[in-house]
């Protein structure tokens, strides 16, 4: 059903109406329902919280987001999108990708924060600081943070500030420490697969664009592939943090900030790896996409890109400098 | 009641001098504290040239205010419809759009100078004449006078007014709300610079008539100082939203003269000396009660109710913890319990006090244990 | 397809499965005054309180939950969404459009918000009861101190700016997209320019929001440090990142009121609106300047002198561009013919009381001076001045003015008149002293006070109630314009009035704009 227009001006598709939105609605509402009572008896103990409901609530936020993608291509096939619906399309995937940056600018907002300022501030260095050393005498700033403020005073039991919680600073952290074994040091091996699978995936496009979709198949394959890879290895990365480093969530600020950035990074990994498979299984298993006629995979694809240049932020700015 | 007259008068005057829309540097009235309307100039420098600063920017905001709104009016009356005019059609004028924008800029730089050179004064900490540690705490404040040469004096600040007159039972006294039962006492003339941080949440330290609001942020020292002309009692509260009893905490500022002060400190300090002599005594039932329920009601009332039976606080009566292991209850009231409201009093309280209240709480509200605490076993306690 | 030209579906499938932009707008409008009414039933518990000093009504931790949820409700639940409603019903209307861009998500973007704030509102009857931290939420208070609802209260707000993209989404993809041929970007109404450049600014902050809201989760429940200084954090950097997107929020607010007034004024002046360009560098000019500001909210926690003056002198800026607004509007009306019903009244108290908060804006970024305002009923003074008389007010006027468009029939003007003159004077008893006790030092969120501020509280809380009840006024006279107004004749309904939306039929049909309309000089800025 199509909104009619006049013959001369090509027609905007202007949905009837969908249950859609609702469903939607009900997975999201249910998911921050259930993950807030079961954080809530996690932490505080308190409460009768479920994660059941958070399941539940995402699995129907799951299924509609398939069905509603599904439809989306439906219409496309269809061709009931006229050449402005896509850009909508462009512009609605732009604005999304730019809020995405917007999140991760966030975290690296307060990464520079507590690295430039805080810290310093802490240790007495500074503007900001000059009387802290009455607080946390003995506090040495240096970033990774070899120690934190608490343990330079003799831990939690202290009368200052005794009631934040615990944290107690790593082993070893994920910084680039021996040069002379840069071979074994895994996040240096993540960048390249990292940035290997964007130049896979503009392979891929390029291939879809001299309508080879042999080429094309294949080597967003491998894109989907090297993602997992890096996923996996990002997860050994954490095995070790947490068991041969003892770098926790728990570590002072470097453990914080290390574990959020990589961590909503390899989130992001996940989601624009699951798109492009998805892009993937459309084009070998159903056949779509034609040279002129793919958005679905290159929203996709800008969407990678996207998570590779936060990869490469991450790289200097957590594991580097 | 407390000025009745005066309050009604003000009352009905309100609404006329709002109209007006006139500030006042100050009302005529004996006591000019009540219904204040502007910011008082206080008695340090720096609260004079703020206050100069504040009117300068208010009258300059007011001329701004009568050319534009008088514009306005003016085309409201003589260019109604109802009179009969036609309207014009212009839309742009390049010239005044160019002018409206460069001479507020102008305007702006006009009052940027003396608010940077102001804003640099009162960054100036140096040269100070003496430390005051201030901590604030759900809901008090510690002072801690840092003294180069012999013992650091420190003490909380509580409130004083009874929670009578706040739920409106007793008549309410002059200074409701803003009395203490220890203020900050500070000599007159002099440099004092204050380093204020914060034990659990963020508070403020703010005493308007010495110039003075600081953020207390727990885990940073923040600088400010005052240096007060005029020797008196000044007033202010808490400025940063800091929990359930955020309009609770005031400050009470003593200024005194410089031979006062000496006094005064003198008397802290054997104060001092005495509280350690106690806490190597051994107190009897009676003595921890009687210490134990003022204790309480001061400190921790507030959240396990009056009576214990609970709040914001577990309640303590029939608490588990109060009426099990002493060494179980001695740790919640040293180190609290991390991550919940319940604060570790270690610091807080003096070993005798801590004695006191942890007696008191497992023998009052029908706890009856019948077992005391000392001094010496809070003291051994904190050894671990 | 033939059955396409008929109107809405019946029943409650029309409202939950619609993708149309009127009726979303409309379920906006009417959620966005459920919850003014909600906030306003808090601010009411809140002045009922301060009516005298001692506490009669509630306990303390009950009011900081009110002024809590008070802030939170009327800034995300009633102005935000009442001006996206606005935007979805107009926007597609004035720029010859027949729906907005993305109809479906349109439609999930409002029905996200109902749950969300019901989920946030059933917090107050949690053990610990409802957030009470502000709604600045600072950490540690929102964090270490809190009660478990603020794990509700986080989901909430990531929900609440989910809500806030996707919509801003929508509006960007429309206005770029979807104008009619001919709607150059110079041509478009105000009223699409200023909530183009929201929506720019929405999806630049709310994922800021969404990020500092999840650093608290993760320092509640999964023991990170971000605010706490014995792991190395800093309570201040909550600050930072909450005010870099609250900042350029409380602009969120005002600019799609700035388009609403410059729509209105030359309506009733009968005379094009003055400096059109210049509207339009003023509004990119101030969202750009939004960013760079945050920290004017943040001059008592300790900066750096440098980081003081930067901030101090980035703030004051922003009088330039806002002056630059209320000149303009104030030439338009230079020799016009002006007429003052309902709205254009409204467009005035706007334009009076909105320049009054924009001064004590001015006084409070004055550094020095605001160690002595800051966290005073001055600041209480200025908000409501700037956001209840300037985002409500011409909210008010909007809907005035738009509302024999959207229903076809015309609303009371003297019960209209009643209600502006009622709102005027109560909103200034209720505003104009708090100016005055915070000036003298007391301080916000208490629910006591000493007693030299008594009067002035009663005064306010006085007013409160007068401007409360006004509201009612205002719901009545809509609802009885919808229900029996008399019928409007003429399309253009107000003889000033100048758009592509007075060209449609009156009232509005279901689908506006089927096919482009042509767009020439009369129905646009030239
Ligand atoms: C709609 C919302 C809105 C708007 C538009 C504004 C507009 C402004 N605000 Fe306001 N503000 C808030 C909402 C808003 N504010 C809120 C909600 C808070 C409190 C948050 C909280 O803590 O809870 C706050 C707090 C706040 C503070 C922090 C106070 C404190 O906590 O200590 C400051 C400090 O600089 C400030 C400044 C300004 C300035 C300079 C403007 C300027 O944009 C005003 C510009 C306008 C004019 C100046 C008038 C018109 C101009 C002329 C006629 C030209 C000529 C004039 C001159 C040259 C003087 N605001
Ligand atoms: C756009 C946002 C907005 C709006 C519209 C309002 C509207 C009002 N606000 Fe509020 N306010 C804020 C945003 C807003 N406020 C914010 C952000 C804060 C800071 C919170 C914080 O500190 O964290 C605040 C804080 C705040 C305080 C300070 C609280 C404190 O510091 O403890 C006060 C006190 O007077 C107040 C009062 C009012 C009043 C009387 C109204 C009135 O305009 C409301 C009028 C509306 C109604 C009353 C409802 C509709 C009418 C009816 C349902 C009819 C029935 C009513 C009667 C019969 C009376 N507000
Ligand atoms: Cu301490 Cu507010
Ligand atoms: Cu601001």
């Known amino acids: 059903m199509t909104t009619e227009t006049s013959t001369e001006y090509e027609k905007y598709y202007v949905p009837e109406k969908s249950k859609l939105a609702v469903c939607a609605t009900i997975g999201l509402i249910l998911s921050i329902f259930g993950a807030s009572y079961g954080l809530n008896e996690m932490t505080f103990g308190d409460g009768s919280g479920s994660w059941g409901i958070l399941w539940v609530g995402l699995a129907i936020f799951a299924g509609t987001l398939f069905v509603w993608f599904r439809t989306t291509i439906r219409e496309n096939i269809a061709g009931m999108n006229s050449a402005q619906l896509k850009k909508s399309y462009v512009l609605g995937m732009f604005w999304f990708i730019f809020s995405e940056v917007m999140f991760f600018f966030a975290f690296f907002g307060a990464l520079f924060y507590v690295r430039n300022l805080a810290g310093p501030w802490l240790a007495g260095e500074g503007d900001g600081g000059r009387m802290n050393g009455l607080l946390w005498e003995g506090f040495q700033y240096s970033w990774p943070m070899a120690s934190t403020p608490q343990e330079s005073i003799g831990g939690a039991g202290n009368q200052l500030i005794a009631n934040n919680g615990t944290f107690e600073s790593y082993d070893k952290s994920m910084a680039f420490g021996d040069a002379s074994a ?27 664009l001299d309508g080879n979709k042999k080429k094309f198949n294949l080597w967003l394959g491998l894109t989907v592939l090297l993602g997992i890879i890096f996923v996996f290895v990002q997860a050994y990365e954490y095995y070790e943090a947490y068991e041969h480093f003892g770098l926790t969530l728990n570590s002072g600020i470097y453990g914080s900030t290390f574990f959020m950035l990589t961590g909503f990074h390899g989130f992001h990994v996940m989601m624009g790896m699951t798109m492009l498979l998805i892009q993937w299984i459309r084009s070998v298993k159903f056949g779509h996409f034609t040279a002129d006629d793919h958005f679905g995979f290159e929203a996709s694809s800008w969407y990678w890109h996207f998570v590779d240049v936060v990869w490469v932020f991450l790289f200097l700015f957590v594991y580097i400098l | 009641m407390f000025l009745k007259a005066k309050r009604l008068t003000a009352l009905a005057l309100g609404p006329v001098l709002m109209l007006l829309g006139l500030y006042s540097a100050s009302t005529a009235a004996a006591d000019a504290k009540v219904n204040e309307i502007n910011m008082p100039p206080g008695v340090t420098n720096v609260g004079q040239s703020i206050f100069d600063l504040h009117m300068t920017i208010f009258w300059i905001c007011v001329i701004i205010g009568v050319l534009v709104f008088g514009v306005m009016f003016y085309s409201i009356y003589y260019h109604r419809k109802s009179r009969g005019v036609t309207p014009a059609t212009f839309h742009e004028s390049t010239k005044v759009e160019i002018a409206w924008t460069v001479v507020p800029f102008f305007i702006l730089i006009a009052m940027a100078v003396p608010a940077t050179s102001t804003l640099l004064e009162i960054y100036d900490f140096e040269d100070a004449e003496m430390d005051v540690l ?40 002059e200074h409701y709300l803003l009395e203490v039962d220890e203020p900050l006492v500070i000599p007159v003339d002099t440099k004092v610079r204050f380093l204020v941080t914060a034990n659990d949440v963020i508070h403020a330290w703010w005493v308007p008539e010495l110039a003075v609001k600081k ?102 009566a029939d608490s588990p913890i109060a009426t099990g292991d002493m060494a179980g209850h001695l740790e919640v009231g040293i180190n609290g319990v991390p991550g919940t409201a ?39 306690h904190k050894k671990g | 397809m033939g059955d396409h030209h008929h109107g809405p579906a019946k029943g409650l499938s029309r409202w939950l499965f619609t993708t149309n932009h009127k009726d979303i707008g409309t379920m906006y409008l009417w959620f966005s005054f459920a919850m003014f009414i909600l906030g306003g039933s808090f601010a009411m518990i809140i002045r009922a309180e301060l009516f005298q000093p001692g506490m009669q009504l509630v306990d303390p931790l009950f009011f900081n939950q009110m002024t809590t949820l008070h802030g939170l409700v009327m800034v995300f639940g009633a102005i935000m969404p009442s001006f996206v409603g606005l935007a979805n019903w107009m926007i597609p209307m004035m720029i010859g459009a027949p729906d907005m861009a993305l109809p479906r998500m349109n439609n999930w973007s409002f029905w996200i918000l109902p749950p969300a704030f019901l989920l946030l509102a059933s917090t107050l009857f949690m053990e610990g009861g409802a957030p009470a931290f502000g709604w600045t939420f600072y950490a540690p208070l929102s964090t270490t101190y809190a009660a478990p609802s603020v794990t509700i209260f986080i989901f909430c707000i990531h929900v609440l700016g989910i809500s806030s993209i996707m919509g801003s989404i929508n509006i960007i993809a429309t206005v770029m997209n979807m104008r009619a041929p001919g709607m150059t970007y110079m041509k478009m109404p105000l009223f699409v320019w200023t909530w183009l450049i929201t929506a720019f600014l929405l999806v630049a902050v709310m994922p800021v929001l969404a990020g500092a809201v999840t650093m608290m989760l993760m320092d509640i429940h999964f023991g990170t440090s971000f605010f706490s200084a014995a792991g190395g954090g800093d309570p201040v950097l909550f600050q930072h990142v909450f005010w870099f997107f609250g900042h350029p929020e409380v602009y969120i607010i005002i600019l799609p009121a700035f388009g609403v007034v410059s729509q209105i004024i030359p309506a009733f002046a009968r005379k094009p609106l003055f400096g059109y360009d210049s509207m339009v560098y003023a509004t990119a000019s101030i969202a750009f300047l939004s960013f760079i500001v945050w920290a004017h909210h943040m001059y008592t926690v300790g900066m750096p002198v440098a980081g003081e003056l930067f901030f101090m002198y980035a703030t004051m800026l922003i009088a330039v561009p806002t002056g630059v607004k209320v000149f303009n509007w104030i030439s338009t009306m230079w020799r016009g013919a002006l007429t003052f019903e309902t709205p254009m009244l409204f467009c005035l108290g706007f334009l009076v009381l909105f320049t009054i908060g924009g001064f004590t804006g001015l006084m409070l970024s004055i550094a020095p001076a605001d160690f002595q305002y800051h966290d005073s009923y001055f600041v209480v003074a200025h908000f409501h001045y700037v956001m209840v008389a300037g985002a409500v007010f011409s909210m008010t006027a909007a809907v005035y003015y738009w509302l024999p468009k ?14 502006f003159w009622i709102s005027f004077i109560g909103f200034n008893l209720t505003f104009f002293p708090q100016h005055f006790v915070g000036l003298a030092g007391m301080p916000r969120r208490i629910p006591d006070y000493a007693l030299q501020f008594a009067d002035f509280n009663m005064m306010s809380s006085i007013g409160a109630f007068i401007y409360g009840s006004s509201q009612i006024l205002f719901l009545y006279n809509v609802i009885a314009t919808i229900v029996s107004g008399k019928p409007v004749s003429d399309d253009k309904v107000w003889d000033g009035a100048e758009g592509l939306e007075w060209t449609v039929p009156t009232p509005a049909p279901y689908h506006t704009f089927e096919t482009p309309p042509k767009v020439d000089a009369s129905h646009a800025h030239s």
């Open chain 1, 182 to 208: 840069w071979y074994a040091w895994l996040p240096l091996w993540n960048t390249l697969i990292l940035l290997s699978s964007s130049v896979t995936v503009h392979i891929a496009h390029l291939g879809l």
């Open chain 2, 134 to 173: 201030i901590t604030g705490y759900q809901w008090k404040w510690k002072y801690e006078y840092i003294n180069e040469d012999g013992e650091n004096v420190a003490f909380f600040s509580n409130l004083r007014t009874p929670q009578s007159e706040i739920y409106n039972t007793a008549d309410k006294g």
């Open chain 2, 215 to 316: 953020d207390a942020i727990p885990g940073f020292i923040n600088e400010t100082w005052t240096q007060a002309t005029e020797e008196g009692v000044y007033r202010g509260q808490c400025a940063e939203l800091c929990g359930k009893d955020h309009g609770f905490m005031p400050v009470v500022v003593n200024v005194v003269s410089k031979q006062e002060y000496a006094e005064w400190m003198a008397a802290k300090q054997a104060e001092a000396a005495e509280i350690k002599q106690l806490m190597a005594q051994t107190f009897s039932m009676d003595e921890l009660m009687e210490r134990g329920k003022g204790v309480y009601d001061r400190s921790c009332a507030a959240c396990h109710g009056a009576n214990g039976e609970g709040g914001l606080g577990k309640a303590i």
């Open chain 2, 342 to 380: 319940m604060q570790a009093f270690g610091g807080q309280l003096n070993d005798v006090d801590m004695a006191a209240v942890i007696t008191y709480q497992r023998n009052a509200f029908g706890n009856n244990m019948g077992d005391m605490v000392q001094p010496i076993d809070v003291f051994n």
């Open chain 3, 406 to 419: 959207w229903c076809g029939k015309m609303y009371s003007e003297t019960m209209g008149k009643t209600h």
